[in-house]
Nanobody
Framework: QVQLVESGGGLVQAGGSLRLSCAAS????????MAWYRQAPGKQRELVAE???????NYADSLKGRFAISRDDAKNLVPLQMNSLKPEDTAVYYC????????????WGQGTQVTVSS
């Protein structure tokens, strides 16, 4: 099992920034693609961004240029920098880890709330 703990959520005004962090309980440097998802009220959980063990990133098209995912394998951290936040970014943000060869994430964090006020 890999334990994932998100942090950094909170309340921010539109146009502001937040930096979320996902802390993993074990090394994520070799086998795991790490990702951030979000789920807004009444909406399906959606992929925000992901980063492979080789550092290849993938973003939701609507978020390109505003969000940035990275990974610090030495610290087992996966930050998500969120800039120019909009009210529609309000959601619970989840960290996830997917083992190589798996289609879906194998592990999920509990989520952190991000609320963007207009």
């Amino acid at each position: 099992q890999v334990q994932l703990v998100e942090s950094g959520g909170g309340l921010v005004q539109a146009g502001g920034s937040l930096r979320l962090s996902c802390a993993a309980s074990r090394s994520i440097g070799t086998l795991y693609t790490m990702a951030w998802y979000r789920q807004a009220p009444g909406k399906q959980r959606e992929l925000v961004a992901e980063i492979t063990s080789n550092g290849i990133t993938n973003y939701a098209d609507s978020l390109k240029g505003r969000f940035a995912i990275s990974r610090d394998d030495a610290k087992n951290l996966v930050p998500l920098q969120m800039n120019s936040l909009k009210p529609e970014d309000t959601a619970v943000y989840y960290c996830a880890a997917r083992i190589f060869g798996s289609v879906r994430p194998n592990y999920w964090g509990q989520g952190t709330q991000v609320t963007v006020s207009s």
